[in-house]
């Protein structure tokens, strides 16, 4: 059989006739076709070497391959007229492809493909040939059955057919911009995977967790800018709002590895300045500005596809993505966003959620919102948690105003749980603490156990405060909405201010005397009918009635001896033997409430206290009281 043969050879600057020695290396040609043979790259050139010289050279990238003319020219329209162009220039031997879409190893199959020999069309290289084939021209004008043609075919018949192969076709093409945007590939491709996606029928109401999340692993493969076109393909098919979310939640933790950064060491709250500032950066880590910028790009991204309604993601994953946000340095119309976004769903918030630590701008190497004053600088940016609860509170007013439910009671335990975490801040303002107790309305606490705590906390981190900050801050409670056990503990805290501890004890006698009340009648009012010789009342039901009421009795005879002794220790304090203020009208009514006796003069107030100095154990002089914290 007469044959060329053609070989390759290293880079010489000439060409080279003939058989070379490199028989593995070697492609046997049949006569009748005017070909090339396999590719071989040495010194970014390319060589051939049959019977018939090259005269034609073309450089992709950085490779220049010394080709023939007529095979190129005949499927290729594009060389073709740039190469006539050339020639009338005269400006250079080498036609060069700028902009080539694809690498060096998609031209090289193109040759092959132009002289003739059999190639090989697979998900990994058939977007970059559509794009190349387009680039050089190819269409059925030059030739029938050209590479354009042929792609096509492939792309559409074998490829958006498959999943997994459109999946992997749409990620070749994240190299291939602007290539195959228009030439609808990406578009083509998200398409298929959202009508996938949308026709299974694993997204019904029924399906379990991890039945819906079957794609979610393929997708969140995909760069950013094509996750986004798949995910506004898929909403574009109707898919559930809570389904999208979570597919934007997994791609989220694949991409944004902050996000499961854990802040416990932000809890370290240290008094030096050094201290407080390691603690804070420590979480935070140093990255290339290209990854910022990646991240600072994905995080934009994903927070603009969102969808609105209420159920889409979760508020630990509004919040993380906040914090990861800040971290970054994201546009602040998205920060705001995120921030409104939180404050709609923030009765499912935890208080871990809101430790959102003060971050440094990596952009100008300064601080985030710098107070003016070192003594204002706290760990945790409170500023962004304050307007998250005003954003929740005008979000609650409208759904008031179309009478739905609010959950108020919920934040307000939230809102004093976060208040008695930052309360060890050593460097949080009093200021600052008292604005974010009294974001909530009076009525949003049915219980200011919460509140007290976190006062208490903070006095306790803040020793040095003036008897004014002290009294300023216990203005924030209510006595009255305190629990019996509280207002126990209250009376003994030495840390609280003489006056809160006097509304603290009245509050806790009125709680008990209406206990005491309330106990009374039930035992009064037991009839005691004869029936076969049987009471209706048991006699252990009346014996643990009395013994319930005998111990109030104690109880509040216990209470008004911290009274008395109160008294006193106020009057030495005022150095006054009468007061004539406000204040001594008011301790004068709770004074003469504890003489007051009850119905039947049971308890033994006044008179019957006489009588028995010492009827109960004292609870010690209140100058000793104690903390139970």
């Keep these: 059989m007469n044959s060329l043969q053609v070989t390759q050879v290293q880079d010489t600057g000439t060409h080279i006739d003939g058989i070379d020695k490199v028989s593995d290396k070697s492609i046997v040609i049949p006569n009748k076709l005017v070909t090339v043979a396999d590719s071989f790259r040495g010194d970014q050139s390319w060589f051939i070497a049959p019977q018939i010289p090259t005269d034609l ?186 389904i999208i979310g979570k597919c934007i939640m997994h791609y989220a933790n694949r991409w944004l590895p902050g996000m499961d950064m854990e802040l416990e060491g932000l809890r370290g709250y240290g008094t030096e300045k050094s201290n407080l500032q390691f603690s804070i950066f420590s979480g935070v880590k140093k990255e290339s500005t290209g990854h910022s910028k990646e991240q600072k790009t994905i995080i934009e991204s994903l927070v603009s596809i969102i969808p609105s309604q209420r159920e889409a993601v979760s508020c630990k994953f509004l919040l993380k993505i906040l914090k990861m946000a800040m971290m970054y340095s994201v546009s602040p119309a998205l920060t705001s966003d995120l921030e409104k976004r939180v404050g709609m769903v923030l009765e499912d918030a935890e208080v871990n959620d809101l430790l959102i630590p003060r971050y440094q701008n990596g952009d100008q190497g300064k601080m985030a919102n710098m107070p003016n004053s070192f003594e204002e600088f706290t760990m945790q940016d409170i500023d962004v948690v304050q307007r998250i609860v005003e954003y929740f509170l005008m979000h609650e007013q409208q759904q008031m105003q179309q009478q739905q439910n609010h959950g108020k009671f919920n934040i307000s335990r939230l809102l004093d749980n976060y208040l008695a975490e930052i309360a060890r801040d050593p460097n949080l303002s009093i200021t600052k603490f008292q604005v974010l107790a009294e974001l909530l309305p009076e009525n949003a606490r049915s219980c200011d156990d919460g509140i007290y705590r976190a006062i208490d906390t903070y006095l306790k981190t803040h020793p040095s405060l003036t008897d004014h900050d002290r009294r300023r801050l216990c203005k924030l409670m209510n006595c009255e909405k305190l629990s019996l056990d509280a207002c126990m503990h209250a009376a003994q805290n030495e840390r609280l201010p003489l006056r809160t501890v006097v509304q603290v004890l009245f509050s806790e006698h009125v709680k008990m005397r209406t206990a005491m009340q309330e106990k009374e009648p039930a035992q009064s009012g037991i009839n005691y009918e004869q029936d076969g010789g049987q009471t209706s009342a048991t006699t252990m039901d009346i014996k643990t009635l009395k013994t319930e009421l005998e111990k109030v009795k104690s109880d509040m005879l216990e209470l008004q001896n911290d009274y008395f002794e109160l008294q006193k220790e106020y009057e030495k304090l005022s150095n006054k033997p009468k007061n004539s203020s406000g204040w001594g009208k008011n301790w004068q009514k709770i004074k003469n409430s504890f003489h007051t006796k009850p119905a039947g003069d049971e308890i033994g107030y006044g008179q019957d206290r006489q009588k028995s100095p010492n009827p109960i154990r004292h609870r010690g002089n209140l100058r000793t009281r104690f903390s139970m914290s």
Aim: with cysteine; hydrophobic share 40%; charged share 25%.
């Design 57 to 242: 050279s073309i450089q992709v990238k950085e490779t220049t391959y010394n080709v023939h003319k007529y095979p190129l020219i005949a499927k290729c329209g594009y060389i073709g007229r740039v190469e006539v162009q050339t020639m009338i220039s005269n400006s250079s031997n080498v036609l060069k492809l700028e902009n080539f879409p694809g690498e060096s190893e998609i031209f090289e199959t193109i040759l092959k493909f132009c002289y003739g020999l059999p190639i090989d069309f697979n998900p990994g290289n058939i977007a970059a040939l559509r794009c190349a084939s387009e680039f050089l021209e190819m269409t059925e004008e030059q030739e029938d059955g050209n590479l354009i043609s042929k792609a096509e075919a492939f792309l559409t018949i074998v490829v958006l057919s498959s999943w997994k192969d459109t999946v992997t076709v749409l990620k070749s093409c994240e190299t291939l911009s602007p290539w195959a945007e228009n030439l609808q590939i990406v578009r083509r491709c998200c398409d298929s995977i959202a009508w996938k996606v949308s026709k299974d029928d694993l997204t019904s109401e029924d399906a379990t967790d991890n039945q819906e999340s079957w794609w979610f692993n393929d997708v969140a493969t995909l760069g950013i800018d094509h996750f986004m076109r798949v995910v506004s393909a898929i909403k574009a098919k109707g898919s559930k709002a809570n």
